[in-house]
């Protein structure tokens, strides 16, 4: 069975993370949730991709962070799994921080999906 695993910045994230949920839900996709800030806590993130690294099942991970998403480029940069970026909607700064979502450095490419629901 399909696997995903939502990473989420902050629990701020987890609200925009659980209109996620009920898509996976509909398509009968097993996933968990993990809170994980790549700028505060790097090493928890490192710890959530080896222990995933480690069961060799397939999945996809699908990040959520809003503001400044160090999160994706991250999470895409050590893993061999896919990573698809979600990043929440801000009404702050005229949603400009979607950016931090969609220019990556070389080498590092998550897919960016903007809407939580299919």
């Given amino acids: 069975m399909p696997r995903a695993v939502i990473m989420v ?5 987890l609200e925009f ?3 996620i949920c009920e898509t996976l839900r509909s398509f009968g996709v097993s996933f968990e949730i993990r809170v994980a800030s790549a700028h505060k806590v790097p090493e928890r993130v490192l ?3 080896a222990e995933n690294e480690k069961r060799g099942e397939p999945l996809v991970y699908i990040t959520v962070a809003g503001r400044s998403n160090a999160l994706s480029g991250m999470a895409d940069a050590n893993t061999r799994y896919p990573v698809i970026a979600c990043p929440p ?7 400009i921080d979607i950016f931090s979502s969609l220019r990556m450095p070389s080498g590092g490419a998550p897919l960016g999906v903007l809407e939580a629901r299919a």
């Fill in 9 to 13: 910045g902050s629990e701020a994230d």
């Fill in 17 to 19: 993370a659980n209109r």
């Fill in 47 to 49: 710890k959530i991709l």
């Fill in 89 to 95: 909607y801000s009404e702050k700064f005229a949603g």
